[in-house]
């Protein structure tokens, strides 16, 4: 039982030793007059709009923008999960 209790504490440690080193990596998408900014928790940074797109338009890329910030994200994330050996104990 205590073992299974230690192993459980080694998973905690490294999910936040990961979170920690992942909210240290941020990307920027840049499209179509959309411009986000995400850290490696999937938290938006900042995001700036060109005034003059029209509302259909901003609907479709802001879309965009945030499907491929989260899709860089994840491929940090599967980098970092590798480079300190996963999550495995």
């Given amino acids: 039982m205590f073992n299974k209790l230690k192993q459980f504490k080694n998973l905690r440690d490294k999910a936040k030793q990961m979170q920690n080193a992942l909210s240290q990596e941020s990307v920027t998408v840049e499209k179509s007059g959309i ?3 995400m850290n ?3 938290e938006v940074i900042s995001l700036e709009i060109n005034e003059d797109l029209e509302k259909t338009k901003l609907e479709s890329k ?3 923008v945030i499907n491929e910030a989260v899709k860089k994200v994840q491929r940090i994330m599967a980098k970092k999960m590798q480079s300190m ?3 495995n104990i």
């Fill in 62 to 64: 802001l879309k965009d």
């Fill in 35 to 37: 411009k986000l900014v």
């Fill in 85 to 87: 050996g996963g999550l």
């Fill in 40 to 42: 490696g928790n999937l």
